[in-house]
């Protein structure tokens, strides 16, 4: 899921569903439904259907997208027709909500799509495209992507799902379904073009309509596109060529109603504002020119030269010594003189820009290139403006503008100086939770870079909010404490302050979440060990705090109300793992029961969803409880993951193509198989951990520091989740029971991997928490010294925290993915860093630890990290 911004609101300290406030509901959903129908409403839509109609799970659904001017009277339009045919339709709740869904953040699956019809069959569905058409003609919305226009109007047509069915697509992402004629449930594909199931005739009206449209968009375009950018909802970003020179260039392209800024200014009145712009400020050098604009079928295309070199963001990410552990200072002094300078020829351009007049307005790391002869350049123009002239932009990017610097130069100026922390610790967006980030950032820039204390504290000054806490305040010195003495009453006391945050967030008497967390766990059922209830539950209660009985009768009324789906981490499983250390031992075997419904259509192999998480739960159960039927369950699932690993079977990819390490690969498995040697003493078991771990090191690197991450794509991943600490406790275990001088240098550069001064992210599975958590599981080894501490310190810089007067109700919190919005789930948020700082007190003093029998088997179960 990348449509983080989505769920991203002014005002919430978390994600939610767009629309959850406001009381700007269109006048249909305000007024009582007429006789004989049945209006019922979830976050986002108000569905209206026939008492007595019973429609089919699936067929083909018409949507009417126009502009919010004309979609009051569309909704009109549509509810009178369908009320007196008793046609099935469904509207968005709220104007707000409609706005988003055209905005240029939004996700382009979504734009346009104000009105959904539910047609019962293809004589119904010819009435309505023909009746509607002829009754909102003149009225005009965003193409809806995924569809079939009808005609030139604002309707569109695709065959698809009418009840929310789910499956498992080829990347491990569970998805909207429709069945096919063999009951089979298969996803729903709603790429960015027309297409039909295979086994779904397409009705002679459509096909003709389909040819039609074919033969209008196919036009000439002046560019041969090489490769895709970038894509938004307001368009596309292209690498292109001219034909005629060889030139490359790069094609900025508008669609027409959509990229709706706050002023509900869309995409192509934008990008011919940044044509003007451009040739305004085209004979800079650090401004691209434009060569020219164009229409391509309905959509606006802007050519202008090409860049080359890496974006700002990249250029961190490759060249950022503070993202390895083994960089020394030469390195670091290098680095900073790069940074500085890159930083003036940046301030040098917008002082330029400045001078003709303009507001560049969206100065971010994204819009930032760095050539390759270190000169820098600005992209996309499409917000600058001149003040007193234009109008003020309503698009910026989080962590890189602020409600005391929102217009003029000091907009600019202000992104400037959030440039100036964000070249060395990019997290700026932290600054829109907890304004002391502004000193904190800048204090932690000196440290770990050795940048002059007086130029952070002057960056300081500038970004502190004027209703700011003053500076001379005394430094928050919790983490530093709690790291230096782990078993200590200050450790105590920062979890505790942690755990009060969890049980103040709880929301009981909403369905789709107890605690917020991640959005996914908007839509998944709430219950889930990543993002949901569960893994929060498990996250108190292993940590000694009390857990709510009412809590723990959420997590089982979710549990039984949602579709059954197997899954450690994301499905059933996890909940019945839970429910049982939680001495719910009967529901915990019901639920365990529903899961099973869906194990055999596991094919995925790692923990998250897939066969090893699965069977580490059976495994508990068969233990702790001795019944046969998990035993019989705990054998099938063995021999289906030892097949896969004895004959190196492929791994299915995860949703962000990954296809190793703890949560997606053979990492797990690993873990699996070393258990099963502890129960069984088969040394069977321990040649198919030694082969599932030697299966995701090959997709590991070693640099020439000794460092070992997993590598996927570009990217160099040391995280428990998704990185190679995952393999860090099946390294352990294998090599405590077979001595192996190679796999020992590879769990020394995995150990190393994961001491990095800068992490993006504070959460279990992508962030900071894990890398402690795997350093609480090493202590001792090679390159471990001091990392656990480090850690601990440094989880500051992404602590938010709330207090009341007394000090005694303060709470500590931390961001979710993306830093945008506070998460308590154990996956990316705040669970997750309690579980990890409860390890590592645990590492400090194991005599402590307190763990023994069920409770260890509980806390193995998970696939975490044990210290017991």
Same mark, same amino acid.
């Given at each position: 899921?990348?449509?983080?911004?989505?769920?991203?609101?002014?005002?919430?300290?978390?994600?939610?569903?767009?629309?959850?406030?406001?009381?700007?509901?269109?006048?249909?959903?305000?007024?009582?439904?007429?006789?004989?129908?049945?209006?019922?409403?979830?976050?986002?839509?108000?569905?209206?259907?026939?008492?007595?109609?019973?429609?089919?799970?699936?067929?083909?659904?018409?949507?009417?997208?126009?502009?919010?001017?004309?979609?009051?009277?569309?909704?009109?339009?549509?509810?009178?027709?369908?009320?007196?045919?008793?046609?099935?339709?469904?509207?968005?709740?709220?104007?707000?909500?409609?706005?988003?869904?055209?905005?240029?953040?939004?996700?382009?699956?979504?734009?346009?799509?104000?009105?959904?019809?539910?047609?019962?069959?293809?004589?119904?569905?010819?009435?309505?495209?023909?009746?509607?058409?002829?009754?909102?003609?003149?009225?005009?919305?965003?193409?809806?992507?995924?569809?079939?226009?009808?005609?030139?109007?604002?309707?569109?047509?695709?065959?698809?799902?009418?009840?929310?069915?789910?499956?498992?697509?080829?990347?491990?992402?569970?998805?909207?379904?429709?069945?096919?004629?063999?009951?089979?449930?298969?996803?729903?594909?709603?790429?960015?073009?027309?297409?039909?199931?295979?086994?779904?005739?397409?009705?002679?009206?459509?096909?003709?309509?389909?040819?039609?449209?074919?033969?209008?968009?196919?036009?000439?375009?002046?560019?041969?596109?090489?490769?895709?950018?970038?894509?938004?909802?307001?368009?596309?970003?292209?690498?292109?060529?001219?034909?005629?020179?060889?030139?490359?260039?790069?094609?900025?392209?508008?669609?027409?109603?959509?990229?709706?800024?706050?002023?509900?200014?869309?995409?192509?009145?934008?990008?011919?504002?940044?044509?003007?712009?451009?040739?305004?400020?085209?004979?800079?050098?650090?401004?691209?020119?434009?060569?020219?604009?164009?229409?391509?079928?309905?959509?606006?295309?802007?050519?202008?030269?090409?860049?080359?070199?890496?974006?700002?963001?990249?250029?961190?990410?490759?060249?950022?010594?503070?993202?390895?552990?083994?960089?020394?200072?030469?390195?670091?002094?290098?680095?900073?003189?790069?940074?500085?300078?890159?930083?003036?020829?940046?301030?040098?351009?917008?002082?330029?820009?400045?001078?003709?007049?303009?507001?560049?307005?969206?100065?971010?790391?994204?819009?930032?290139?760095?050539?390759?002869?270190?000169?820098?350049?600005?992209?996309?123009?499409?917000?600058?403006?001149?003040?007193?002239?234009?109008?003020?932009?309503?698009?910026?990017?989080?962590?890189?503008?602020?409600?005391?610097?929102?217009?003029?130069?000091?907009?600019?100026?202000?992104?400037?100086?959030?440039?100036?922390?964000?070249?060395?610790?990019?997290?700026?967006?932290?600054?829109?939770?907890?304004?002391?980030?502004?000193?904190?950032?800048?204090?932690?820039?000196?440290?770990?870079?050795?940048?002059?204390?007086?130029?952070?504290?002057?960056?300081?000054?500038?970004?502190?909010?004027?209703?700011?806490?003053?500076?001379?305040?005394?430094?928050?010195?919790?983490?530093?404490?709690?790291?230096?003495?782990?078993?200590?009453?200050?450790?105590?006391?920062?979890?505790?302050?942690?755990?009060?945050?969890?049980?103040?967030?709880?929301?009981?008497?909403?369905?789709?979440?107890?605690?917020?967390?991640?959005?996914?766990?908007?839509?998944?059922?709430?219950?889930?060990?990543?993002?949901?209830?569960?893994?929060?539950?498990?996250?108190?209660?292993?940590?000694?705090?009390?857990?709510?009985?009412?809590?723990?009768?959420?997590?089982?009324?979710?549990?039984?109300?949602?579709?059954?789906?197997?899954?450690?981490?994301?499905?059933?499983?996890?909940?019945?793992?839970?429910?049982?250390?939680?001495?719910?031992?009967?529901?915990?075997?019901?639920?365990?029961?529903?899961?099973?419904?869906?194990?055999?259509?596991?094919?995925?192999? /790692? *923990?998250?969803? +897939? @066969? !090893? #998480?699965? =069977? %580490?739960?059976?495994?508990?159960?068969?233990?702790? &409880? $001795?019944?046969?039927?998990?035993?019989?369950?705990?054998?099938?699932?063995?021999?289906?993951?030892?097949?896969?690993?004895?004959?190196?079977?492929?791994?299915?990819?995860?949703?962000?193509?990954?296809?190793? /390490? *703890?949560?997606? +690969? @053979? !990492? #797990?498995? =690993? %873990?699996?198989?070393?258990?099963?040697?502890?129960? &069984? $003493?088969?040394?069977?078991?321990?040649?198919?951990?030694?082969?599932?771990?030697?299966?995701?090191?090959?997709?590991?690197?070693?640099?020439?520091?000794?460092?070992?991450?997993?590598?996927?794509?570009?990217?160099?991943?040391?995280?428990?989740?998704? #990185?190679?600490?995952?393999?860090?406790?099946?390294?352990?275990?294998?090599?405590?029971?077979?001595?192996?001088?190679?796999?020992?240098?590879?769990?020394?550069?995995?150990?190393?991997?994961?001491?990095?001064?800068?992490?993006?992210?504070?959460?279990?599975?992508?962030?900071?928490?894990?890398?402690?958590?795997?350093?609480?599981?090493?202590?001792?080894?090679?390159?471990?010294?001091?990392?656990?501490?480090?850690?601990?310190?440094?989880?500051?810089?992404?602590?938010?925290?709330?207090?009341?007067?007394?000090?005694?109700?303060?709470?500590?919190?931390?961001?979710?993915?993306?830093?945008?919005?506070?998460?308590?789930?154990?996956?990316?948020?705040?669970?997750?860093?309690?579980?990890?700082?409860?390890?590592?007190?645990?590492?400090?003093?194991?005599?402590?630890?307190?763990?023994?029998?069920?409770?260890?088997?509980?806390?193995?179960?998970?696939?975490?990290?044990?210290?017991?």
């Amino acid at each position: 899921m990348e449509d983080y911004f989505w769920y991203y609101q002014h005002g919430l300290d978390f994600y939610d569903h767009p629309g959850v406030s406001g009381a700007d509901g269109h006048a249909l959903v305000e007024r009582r439904e007429p006789d004989g129908w049945v209006m019922t409403n979830d976050s986002t839509w108000t569905f209206f259907r026939p008492s007595v109609a019973t429609l089919p799970e699936q067929g083909w659904k018409v949507h009417v997208s126009v502009t919010q001017a004309d979609a009051d009277a569309a909704i009109e339009i549509v509810a009178k027709y369908c009320f007196a045919r008793s046609v099935p339709f469904k509207v968005l709740t709220r104007r707000q909500t409609h706005l988003r869904q055209n905005s240029k953040n939004a996700p382009r699956g979504r734009s346009g799509k104000l009105i959904t019809i539910y047609p019962v069959d293809p004589v119904e569905l010819r009435a309505v495209l023909d009746e509607l058409n002829t009754a909102l003609e003149g009225k005009r919305g965003p193409y809806v992507l995924s569809d079939l226009r009808w005609r030139n109007g604002p309707l569109y047509v695709r065959y698809g799902g009418f009840d929310e069915m789910y499956a498992v697509d080829d990347r491990g992402r569970r998805v909207l379904a429709v069945r096919r004629p063999d009951g089979t449930l298969v996803p729903d594909s709603r790429g960015p073009s027309f297409r039909t199931p295979p086994w779904v005739e397409l009705p002679d009206y459509l096909a003709e309509q389909q040819l039609m449209a074919k033969s209008e968009t196919t036009g000439p375009m002046p560019y041969t596109v090489r490769k895709a950018l970038h894509f938004s909802n307001g368009g596309g970003i292209y690498l292109a060529e001219d034909p005629a020179s060889g030139k490359a260039v790069v094609l900025r392209e508008a669609r027409p109603f959509a990229g709706l800024d706050g002023a509900g200014h869309d995409a192509v009145s934008r990008l011919h504002r940044e044509h003007r712009t451009l040739q305004d400020l085209g004979d800079l050098d650090f401004v691209p020119t434009p060569e020219k604009v164009f229409t391509c079928w309905e959509h606006h295309f802007l050519a202008q030269e090409y860049v080359e070199g890496l974006t700002l963001m990249e250029f961190l990410s490759v060249h950022n010594p503070a993202t390895r552990g083994g960089a020394g200072a030469d390195e670091y002094r290098a680095y900073v003189d790069t940074a500085l300078d890159i930083v003036d020829q940046i301030g040098k351009a917008i002082s330029a820009i400045h001078d003709r007049g303009y507001v560049y307005a969206d100065l971010h790391p994204r819009n930032v290139m760095v050539r390759p002869d270190g000169r820098v350049a600005l992209v996309d123009f499409e917000v600058a403006y001149r003040p007193g002239l234009d109008p003020e932009p309503t698009i910026a990017c989080p962590g890189f503008v602020a409600k005391h610097a929102l217009s003029g130069r000091s907009r600019d100026l202000y992104a400037l100086d959030c440039l100036r922390v964000a070249v060395f610790l990019p997290l700026t967006q932290m600054l829109d939770l907890d304004p002391e980030k502004a000193v904190e950032l800048p204090e932690a820039v000196t440290e770990i870079f050795g940048v002059p204390q007086q130029v952070t504290t002057d960056l300081a000054e500038r970004l502190r909010p004027p209703s700011a806490t003053p500076l001379g305040s005394r430094r928050n010195t919790e983490f530093a404490d709690a790291a230096a003495n782990p078993q200590g009453a200050e450790m105590r006391s920062l979890t505790d302050a942690m755990a009060r945050a969890i049980a103040a967030s709880a929301t009981p008497e909403r369905q789709d979440r107890l605690f917020p967390g991640d959005p996914r766990a908007l839509h998944d059922g709430g219950y889930t060990m990543a993002h949901g209830a569960a893994g929060v539950l498990y996250a108190l209660a292993s940590t000694g705090r009390p857990v709510e009985e009412h809590h723990v009768d959420w997590l089982l009324a979710a549990a039984r109300r949602t579709p059954a789906r197997a899954g450690l981490w994301d499905g059933l499983h996890g909940v019945a793992l839970v429910l049982h250390g939680l001495g719910r031992e009967q529901e915990a075997c019901e639920i365990l029961e529903k899961a099973g419904e869906k194990t055999a259509d596991v094919n995925s192999v /790692g *923990l998250h969803d +897939g @066969l !090893a #998480g699965i =069977a %580490l739960v059976l495994r508990y159960m068969a233990v702790v &409880t $001795g019944d046969s039927r998990w035993q019989d369950a705990l054998a099938a699932i063995d021999y289906r993951l030892a097949v896969i690993v004895s004959t190196s079977g492929d791994v299915t990819p995860a949703a962000d193509g990954a296809r190793a /390490g *703890l949560m997606h +690969g @053979l !990492a #797990g498995a =690993a %873990l699996f198989f070393l258990r099963r040697h502890q129960d &069984t $003493g088969d040394d069977a078991y321990l040649r198919l951990a030694g082969r599932a771990i030697e299966a995701d090191l090959e997709h590991c690197r070693v640099d020439a520091a000794g460092e070992v991450a997993l590598v996927q794509g570009v990217r160099s991943m040391p995280y428990l989740g998704e #990185g190679s600490g995952g393999l860090a406790e099946a390294l352990a275990l294998y090599l405590r029971r077979v001595p192996d001088e190679r796999l020992a240098t590879w769990q020394t550069g995995v150990v190393r991997a994961c001491r990095s001064p800068f992490i993006v992210e504070p959460g279990l599975l992508q962030g900071r928490a894990g890398l402690v958590m795997v350093q609480a599981g090493n202590m001792g080894q090679p390159g471990s010294a001091g990392a656990g501490a480090d850690h601990v310190r440094r989880l500051a810089l992404h602590a938010v925290r709330r207090g009341d007067a007394t000090g005694a109700g303060r709470t500590v919190a931390f961001p979710g993915h993306r830093l945008l919005r506070l998460s308590m789930d154990l996956a990316s948020g705040t669970a997750g860093v309690l579980v990890a700082l409860d390890s590592y007190a645990r590492a400090a003093d194991p005599a402590a630890a307190g763990l023994s029998g069920k409770a260890v088997t509980w806390a193995e179960s998970t696939g975490l990290p044990s210290t017991a």
